[in-house]
C-alpha cells in the first residue's frame, strides 16, 4: 500500500530523512500501514519521495530504532507487530493465552524425541544428568506469526507416544494419568537471539528475546514438565500480577 505522497514537501530547517519518517510514522498511526505489514520498498519509496534511496534508507533506521518498524534482511520492512501480554499465571496455556488476544493459536513440531537430560534440564527436575527425557521443541504461532520457541521436557517415557497422538501437552498429560498440572516457578532473563532463533522466530538480530524458564508440577507437587521458553520482544511482554 503506498501514500499519496508524490514527493516530499520540503520543510526549512528539516532534514529530509526527519520528514520521510515522519510521514511514516503518521501513516502507521492512522492506520494506513497495519501492524505486521509490509512497507513500500526502497525503490518504490525513493520514487514516492522523489529522494535517493539512502535518504530512505535513514528514514527507515530511524523508525527501526524507535521500534516501529523491523527490517528484515532480505524480505523488507515491515510495520511493528501488536504486543502481546503474557501473563504468568498458575494454568498458563498456550492456546488460551492466544485466543485471549483473538488470534488464532497453531503451532510446529520441530522436534520430539527421547533425549538424555543436560545440567539444566536434570536440575529442573532434581535427577540427575544423563537421565532420560522426552523432547519436544514448537514453534507457537499467533495468526500465523511466532510468538513463542519452546523446549518442553517430560520425564514420563509414555509422554513420547502420548504426543505422537496428541499435539495439545495438557491431553497428552491427561493421557499418561495426569489430569492437572500448575506452575511452580517461572525465572525470567534476556539476551539476544541465536542465529536459528532469529530466523523461526522471524526477528532481527539486535532485539532481545525473552527466555523463560518453568517448572510445572502435579497435584502431588511431582516435576512433570521442565520448559524453556524463547519469546521475541518485538511481540510478546511478560506480566506477573499477584
Not at 519509496?45 to 535513514?58: D, I, P
Not at 528484515?72 to 501480554?85: I, K, N, P
Not at 493465552?97 to 545440567?119: C, F, M, T, Y
Not at 522471524?202 to 532481545?208: A, F, G, K, Y
Request: proline share 6%; aromatic share 6%; hydrophobic share 40%.
Amino acid at each position: 500500500m503506498n501514500i499519496a505522497l508524490p514527493a516530499t514537501p520540503r520543510q526549512d530547517g528539516v532534514t529530509l530523512w526527519r520528514q520521510i519518517a515522519g510521514t511514516l510514522q503518521r501513516g502507521i498511526a492512522d492506520g494506513t500501514y497495519i501492524p505486521g505489514g509490509r512497507l513500500p520498498t526502497e525503490a518504490v519509496l525513493s520514487a514516492q519521495f522523489g529522494v535517493n534511496r539512502h535518504t530512505v534508507r535513514r528514514a527507515l533506521d530511524e523508525l527501526s530504532r524507535e521500534g516501529l518498524v523491523r527490517i528484515e534482511q532480505g524480505r523488507g520492512t515491515f510495520v511493528a507487530d501488536d504486543v502481546l501480554d503474557y501473563t504468568v499465571e498458575q494454568r498458563t496455556r498456550f492456546s488460551e493465552w492466544i485466543r485471549r488476544h483473538n488470534k488464532e493459536p497453531s503451532g510446529e513440531v520441530l522436534q520430539l524425541r527421547e533425549i538424555a537430560a543436560d545440567a539444566q534440564t536434570a536440575a529442573g527436575f532434581g535427577l540427575r544428568t544423563g537421565t532420560k527425557m522426552v523432547l519436544l521443541e514448537r514453534l507457537g504461532l499467533a495468526d500465523g506469526r511466532p510468538v513463542s520457541l519452546t523446549r518442553h521436557h517430560f520425564r514420563h517415557r509414555g509422554m513420547l507416544a502420548a504426543l505422537h497422538d496428541q499435539p495439545s501437552i495438557t491431553e497428552a498429560l491427561k493421557a499418561v494419568g495426569i489430569a492437572d498440572y500448575l506452575r511452580q516457578t517461572t525465572r525470567v532473563t534476556a539476551r539476544l537471539p541465536t542465529p536459528t532463533e532469529a530466523e523461526l522466530l522471524r526477528m532481527p538480530r539486535n532485539r532481545p528475546v525473552l527466555v523463560a524458564e518453568n517448572i510445572n508440577v502435579d497435584s502431588a507437587g511431582a516435576v512433570v514438565e521442565f520448559a524453556i521458553g524463547c519469546y521475541p520482544t518485538p511481540r510478546v511482554q511478560m506480566v506477573f500480577e499477584p
